[in-house]
């Protein structure tokens, strides 16, 4: 049961993937292979929909990467969004391509009839806008030094932008209005979420690494989810994408907006602990996620994994599947009963068979 209510937007179809209307965060993720090449792209998304990636970005920086589109198409399963700059004939090309999806960035995509020649063919094809706000790119949010006037200037971007699109009668709008400074973020989509009913792409933009960017992408998205804003969702990581589709699995989990995956419960040990158990619990975190995807389990599973006597019993038996770790030896726990014990070189191989026989 999530502890706060979304706010509730109007439904977007996105190549099959509902976004909107109370339908479930979906994660998305983008490609950094050079999309001219659709071989090494198709492969690089096909390890992200094995990551349970529901969304798929991809950028075209010329023409010639728009011719790719179609072939990158037939060969994926998840819905493809075409990342498109400066040139509207791009975004032109990737719908006759079959793009599933354009994200345009208002800042420099071009003139207000530009636009309106992309709105029209997208609406001819049937296929949503992302009207993406950058503060990066947008120049008048330079004007000002507090944030809460740089997030107006966000938000009223948006707001402009998709004024031009409702004057043809196109409603099929998902927004987002990022910065890397989380407090701006915010603030931004805030208020466009106080003033339009799109839904919403989360994400902190220019986040930073695997480590310090999961860290500011949890702390910004993380407040945004509690108001109950947001409809699909990317963490950016300069790392490989798959490690932000994990990181967004484990972040909607945190927050319980999704219910599905394996969730691992682990005390940060000290010298009460007489196992190795960071090194147990980095080697389950890879094993479960490896089972497929997370996405394909039949059901969610607690796994508790803690190194001493203190709060071990407890939390194991809070969980689905626990270990509660004593020297050379630890409790096996399933639903809150006792069902054994277990040497630590064994922990491994006996919570992997445990959570397959658990959604079996």
Known sequence: MKFYKRIETRKINIG???????????????????????KATVRQIKQLEEAGCEIVRISLPDIESAYSVSRIKKNVKIPLVAD????????????KQGVDKLRINPGNIGSKDRIGVLVKEAKKARIPIRIGVNAGSLKKIHNFSDNSSRAKALS??????????????????????KASNIDITVKAYKLFASKRNYPLHLGITEAGSIFSGTIKSAAGLGIMMYEGIGDTVRVSLTANPVEEVKAAYSLLQSMELRNSGIEIISCPTCSRCEIDLIKIVSEIEKKTFAMKNLKRLSKPVKVALMGCIVNGPGEAKDADLGIAGGKNMGILFKNGEIIGKVSPDKWVA????????YNS
């Open 16 to 38: 099959g993937v509902i976004i909107g209307g109370g339908s479930s965060i979906a994660v998305q993720s983008m490609t950094n292979t050079n999309s001219r090449d659709w």
């Open 84 to 95: 498109i700059h400066f040139d509207y004939a791009i975004a032109l090309e990737a719908i």
């Open 350 to 357: 006996k919570i992997i068979s445990m959570v397959k026989d």
């Open 156 to 177: 009223d971007a948006a707001i402009e932008h998709v004024k031009i699109l409702e004057k043809y009668n196109f409603q099929d709008i998902v927004v987002s209005l």
